[in-house]
């Protein structure tokens, strides 16, 4: 008797008491913090494993399955990835100011210079003032055009010397011309000079690119740091310290030139040298000071963020002529009729060119040069969609599967099929979403008339002055378009063609 007495309101208070609290959970999680679906985690790892040797291609098929919001958990890190251009609308403009950070990583700490550039530094009245200082004093509209010597020179240049392997009918590397071609021009831009005897700044560069788009376990498992098991840590501080004294070689050789002795024009390190030890952004007391570091710094995330960038748009772009002879001979047509065939593209030809804007345009839908643009990290927790996002989620925007969306490109989207863009003329200025290669929102790339005018040139030339044929009887359609994946997706094999000269000029053959 006595038992069932406290028995009975015994279990049916246990019982209320769970019922209550399993509801309130559930009903937290729905309403606060439901997290966006997503694939089964391991732990530890979390989804790592899944990632494969092509993320943007993996997270895109995941995306079909999961959604256009969907969650991942990359080791500790808790991440979201967007796949379509509704969401990235949502995340990069109507919420973009809680996005615009970026996930600090060992690779971008240790050689970037952390948060004393702009590319990686998270976002702040420092980001904010570096960028405006970058956009107004080195990237403006009339510096791009202050640089325009530079790449007309250095294209001649190049087409002096394929002249030369015309005559002799020789496979050309076209990576590789395309990549020195760049490379020439964006370090006469930011450093004065091209080469130097005393050290190998390229490779320095190429191996800090490798760094940055390396796979580090370290930066998502974070108790795994201190033992360095890939050797990553001190590969990084290698190639940053050499970097670093470069850099410091280059910048002082800039101090030491005088006014008077400068043959050379006026380039980036000049330009942040005349305001060294001012405060970066005067309109703003808390910026700072800007010091060498932060000089350092700059230089280094303006020459990764060119270099690569340019190359891969431009391989890209004459792969995908050399493989539609159609499109190919619409282009050279276009400027033969804006230009003649008597002389070379000048800059001020570009705005009369229609179909290159397309050609171009249709290349960044199709190949994003960084497929999943740059890491952002969420500054407030915040709820998007009825989804829950948690302050420090990475957040990762896959622009290579928005380009690629059969709901908005229909059913050739993956197609290189210029017309497409007939009557949809893009301006990446942060409005349209359907293709976004330049990303958006506040961190959107500071580059991309420099980037867009160097693209257009040097296609336009390469198509203008030149013929282009596939070596070894390979047909235009079996050209291989397989890409790598790293910061940037270049040609998996790099692209080779025989050139033939097309312009009637006989005494620059001669
Ligand atoms: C075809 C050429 C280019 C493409 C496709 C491109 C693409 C991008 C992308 C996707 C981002 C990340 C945007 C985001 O997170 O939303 C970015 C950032 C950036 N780009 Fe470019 N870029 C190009 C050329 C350039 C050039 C020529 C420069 C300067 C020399 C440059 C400087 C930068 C910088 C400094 C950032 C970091 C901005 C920040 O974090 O605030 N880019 N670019
Ligand atoms: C072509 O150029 C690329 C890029 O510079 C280089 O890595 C590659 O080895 C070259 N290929 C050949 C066959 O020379």
């Known amino acids: 008797m006595f038992s069932t007495t406290i028995i ?32 089964p985690t391991l732990p530890i790892i ?59 990583t060992q690779a971008s700490q240790l050689i970037f210079y952390g948060s004393k550039g702009l590319a990686f530094s998270e976002y702040g009245p420092y980001w904010r003032s570096v960028k405006k200082l970058c956009t107004l004093k080195l990237l403006s509209a009339s510096k791009v055009e202050m640089f325009g010597p530079i790449r007309k020179k250095e294209l001649d240049v190049l087409v002096k010397s394929l002249e030369k392997v015309v005559l002799v009918g020789e496979v050309v590397n076209v990576s590789e ?21 005393q050290f190998d700044l390229k490779k320095l560069v190429q191996e ?43 910048i002082t050789e800039h101090e030491q030139s005088t006014n008077v ?31 060498r570091t932060n000089i350092k710094a700059i230089l ?30 619409k282009l050279q047509d276009e400027i033969q009729n804006e230009v003649g065939n008597k002389r070379m593209v000048e800059e001020n030809d570009l705005k009369k060119l229609n179909y290159l804007d397309m050609v171009v345009d249709e290349t960044l839908r199709l190949y994003p040069v960084g497929p999943l643009l740059l890491p952002r990290e969420c500054r407030e927790s915040i709820t998007i969609d009825g989804y829950f996002i948690k302050e ?69 030339q390469l198509v203008h002055c030149f013929n282009w044929e596939l070596p070894h009887n390979i047909s235009p359609s079996n050209l291989n378009m397989e890409e ?14 025989i050139p033939s000269y097309r312009l009637e000029c006989d005494e620059k053959l001669e």
Request: hydrophobic share 40%.
């Open 46 to 104: 979390g989804n790592l494993h899944m990632l494969g040797k092509l993320p943007h291609r993996t997270l895109q098929s995941l995306s079909k399955k999961y959604g256009s919001i969907m969650s991942l958990q990359l080791g500790q890190v808790p991440t979201i990835v967007i796949s379509s251009s509704k969401a990235a609308e949502s995340f990069l403009k109507t919420h973009d100011i809680n996005f615009a950070s970026r996930p600090k």
């Open 261 to 291: 002795d400068k043959v050379r024009h006026e380039d980036f390190i000049d330009i942040l040298l005349s305001i060294v030890h001012q405060t970066v952004d005067p309109e703003n007391e808390q910026s700072g000071v800007i010091d």
């Open 177 to 197: 011309i395309v990549e020195n071609l760049i490379e020439d021009i964006v370090y006469k831009m930011i450093l004065g000079r091209g080469k130097y005897e």
């Open 208 to 250: 800090g690119m490798a760094m940055l788009g390396a796979f580090n376990l370290a930066d998502y498992v974070s108790w795994l740091g201190p033992f360095d098991l890939q050797g990553f840590t001190r590969t990084c501080k290698k190639t940053g310290k050499a970097l670093d004294e470069v850099l410091e070689m280059i």
């Open 484 to 497: 790598k994946f790293g910061v940037t997706i270049p040609r998996a094999q790099h692209l080779h063609a």
């Open 300 to 329: 280094l995330d303006m020459i990764v963020a060119g270099i690569d960038t340019a190359t891969t748009t431009i391989e890209w772009a004459l792969s995908e002529l050399f493989r539609h002879p159609r499109v190919m001979k």
């Open 392 to 460: 420090k989620t990475r957040v990762i925007v896959n622009a290579w599967a928005i380009g690629r969306d059969s709901n908005i490109w229909l059913e050739n989207a993956d197609e290189f099929y210029p017309e497409r863009f007939s009557d949809k003329k893009m301006n990446y200025q942060g409005q349209q979403f359907e293709s976004i290669p330049f990303g958006s929102g506040r961190r959107r790339c500071p580059g991309i008339q420099l980037g867009l005018v160097t693209v257009r040139f040097v296609v336009a």
């Open 8 to 39: 009975i309101p015994f279990i049916l208070f246990t019982f209320t008491y769970l019922l209550f609290k399993f509801y309130l959970r559930e009903k937290q999680n729905t309403i606060n913090h439901k997290k966006p679906p997503g694939p």
